[in-house]
């Protein structure tokens, strides 16, 4: 296990609901508008004369879900973002055929064990909440890709995502994270992994999955970078800004696929010439660091296909 230690302000979770804003707009953009309209108001939905596919009760004050929702049993969204709910009711349960279902920016504390019957969920956005914990029974879901949980209270890296190689996506940013398990190779479809505001003091010997491309841990309190990390050579974006890391790995040279490499304000003095070696590397930012800029002239002149900002 490795031990992390932090916190997260209340001002910069509200900061996350544009985010949370952003991403199910993106989801949105994914539904076809006229084959599958989306209902605001169950009245509606359950007098239509076709099948209704996708609900959003976004930001309707509800405290609990209308009980009349399971009678559409082939609902394949549903958007329940910015309400007060305090609890996941029973019916979201009933609804088998989900693929979508955002329940950000409520007040849930838990998620009950039911969760396992939502065989065919793709996308569980339950960000900005009061979880302190992810039941193991979301390991049961294993058909899902994306899984948003940043801006809440876990203080633990959820072990049941371990057990859903299916995971294309974790976002789990502003938590309160202590302890992440060293294999994330489990998961092996994992593209994106966002650990950034949770204060990471050491890394130990994590394993990332070999389809990782974007890898986000800005804003945390890692002092150095793991041999491990350089081993992901199909990592494209890497953001370690915001850390107390002091020196680069001449073996940084194994990101071979590296596009991106984000180092801003950390205490680093120096790079390794080994970055030459970084042929894809198109954006290094340095910027906040106590390089000297002879050193930065010298990184230029081995870069010089890359824009470095100093």
Request: net charge neutral.
């Amino acid at each position: 296990m490795i031990l992390f230690a932090g916190s997260f302000s209340l001002s910069m979770k509200k900061l996350f609901v544009l985010v949370s804003f952003f991403s199910i707009s993106q989801i949105m953009a994914q539904i076809d508008p006229v084959k599958y309209p989306t209902y605001t108001h169950i009245q509606d939905a359950l007098k239509s004369k076709e099948t209704v596919y996708s609900i959003s009760f976004r930001e309707k004050a509800l405290f609990n879900i209308p009980p009349d929702i399971k009678k559409l049993n082939s609902l394949f969204f549903l958007n329940l973002m910015g309400n007060k709910l305090e609890k996941m009711d029973q019916e979201i349960f009933a609804l088998k055929e989900l693929e979508i279902l955002n329940l950000n920016q409520n007040s849930i504390k838990y998620i009950p064990n039911e969760i396992g019957e939502l065989k065919k969920l793709k996308t569980f956005s339950i960000s900005l909440n009061s979880l302190t914990s992810i039941n193991p029974n979301v390991a049961q879901l294993q058909n899902l890709e994306v899984i948003q949980l940043d801006a809440n209270n876990l203080n633990v890296f959820p072990e049941a995502l371990l057990e859903i190689p299916a995971l294309v996506e974790i976002n789990l940013q502003g938590n309160q994270i202590s302890f992440i398990d060293e294999d994330l190779r489990k998961i092996t479809n994992l593209k994106f992994l966002n650990l950034s505001a949770n204060q990471i003091n050491d890394l130990g010997n994590i394993n990332l999955p070999e389809k990782l491309k974007y890898l986000e841990l800005q804003q945390n309190a890692i002092v150095s970078l793991p041999d491990q990390i350089f081993r992901a050579k199909n990592l494209e974006f890497l953001n370690v800004s915001q850390n107390n890391i002091r020196q680069i790995s001449p073996k940084i040279k194994g990101l071979k696929n590296i596009v991106s490499l984000n180092l801003a304000s950390n205490k680093i003095i120096d790079l390794p010439i080994e970055l030459k070696e970084l042929k894809n590397l198109k954006t290094l930012i340095l910027t906040g660091n106590p390089i000297e800029k002879e050193k930065i002239e010298k990184l230029r002149s081995l870069l010089p296909d890359t824009q470095i900002y100093f």
